[in-house]
């Protein structure tokens, strides 16, 4: 929770910033200006992403599965 508080300290600096050009929708994954992030942002994010680790591509869709099977096997309840 801690980190979500840190996160809308950061996204009212945004709009402070941007003013009247920032959309204030409310969300949490956005645009530096407060508008959606389309699906072509989030697969680059997450390729670079991956690269800078060096963990192998793979779509978005497959790192939803990865997540789900790491928390099954941390015991985790689905």
């Known amino acids: 929770m801690i980190e979500l508080t840190k996160y809308k300290e950061y996204i009212n600096i945004k709009e402070e910033k941007f003013g009247e050009d920032y959309s204030k929708l409310d969300l949490v994954c956005c645009t530096k200006i407060g508008t959606p992030i389309t699906p072509t942002e989030v ?3 997450m390729k670079k ?4 680790s060096g963990i192998p591509h793979m779509k978005f ?17 689905i």
């Open 43 to 45: 697969r680059k994010k």
């Open 49 to 52: 992403t991956a690269e800078k």
């Open 61 to 77: 869709h497959g790192w939803r599965h990865l997540h789900a099977s790491l928390l099954l096997s941390k015991g985790n309840n």
